[in-house]
């Protein structure tokens, strides 16, 4: 079946513009998750939901940052009045319940101009 | 605070031979560990994982090792091959959470 598919796959935007990112999971997968990836590092964590429960948004690095999830499927990563520091690969991953294995997609690169 | 830490950038091996990424830890919370590998554009692909509750699992030419006593895992690939080729990241995640931490990734290239 289709993998976790994102979109847009590249966005390059003027600092301070709203930005959104998309990403579709894998068809069942109730849990969802974002993660970026800066130059040179590793993935960051940034927010995780499942099912009808509250997300956790601890890795959100500020309030300019948020997501929704939308009827336990596609999710939208919204960055306002970006900065030239939110510049990185965004990356979804999206598993089954109870501590399943996480599959991610290919990521929105993202530039601030 | 770095918790989980690749202090290798990259690593060159040629096709045939072992390759052995390593990694780091400093939090004993973790119970389990993966490694996941990725091409250029592409996002990261699930390889092979281990629980704390044991010291090493095999799958194919990937063997994972983890040495909780020393907070290290490694990975190993045998016999190498060309399209090994990618950036190897080690995750870890916390008792009873979802989440990942990753380390920053080792880039291997295996030679002809």
């Known amino acids: 079946g289709a993998g976790v598919s994102q979109s847009p796959s590249n966005k390059v935007t003027e600092k301070g513009k709203d930005v959104e990112l998309r990403c579709d999971p894998i068809?069942?997968?109730?849990?969802l998750y974002w993660y970026r990836q800066s130059l040179g590092q590793g993935l960051e964590f940034l927010i995780y939901?499942?099912?009808?429960?509250?997300?956790?948004k601890s890795g959100l690095p500020s309030d300019r940052f948020s997501a929704e999830r939308t009827g336990g499927s596609v999710s939208t990563l919204t960055i306002q009045r970006t900065q030239q520091e939110d510049s990185a690969v965004y990356l979804c991953a999206s598993s089954l319940p109870s501590r399943g294995t996480q599959y991610f997609g290919p990521g929105t690169r993202l530039l601030v101009l | 605070d770095q918790q989980v830490k690749q202090n290798s950038p990259s690593l060159s091996v040629q096709e045939g031979r072992i390759s052995i990424l390593n990694c780091d830890y400093t939090n004993s919370m973790f119970d389990y560990f993966l490694w996941y590998k990725k091409y250029p554009a592409e996002g990261p692909t699930f390889l092979i994982s281990?629980?704390?509750?044991?010291d090493k699992n095999e799958d194919g030419r990937f063997t994972v090792f983890l040495n909780k006593s020393a907070k290290h895992l490694s990975l190993h690939i045998v016999p190498s091959q060309p399209g090994d080729s990618a950036v190897y990241f080690c995750?870890?995640?916390?008792?009873?959470?979802?989440?990942?931490?990753f380390g920053q990734g080792t880039r291997l290239t295996i030679n002809p």
């Open positions: 995750a870890a995640r916390y008792q009873g959470a979802q989440k990942l931490v």
């Open positions: 939901f499942q099912g009808n429960s509250a997300p956790d």
């Open positions: 068809s069942g997968h109730t849990a």
């Open positions: 281990i629980s704390s509750i044991k």
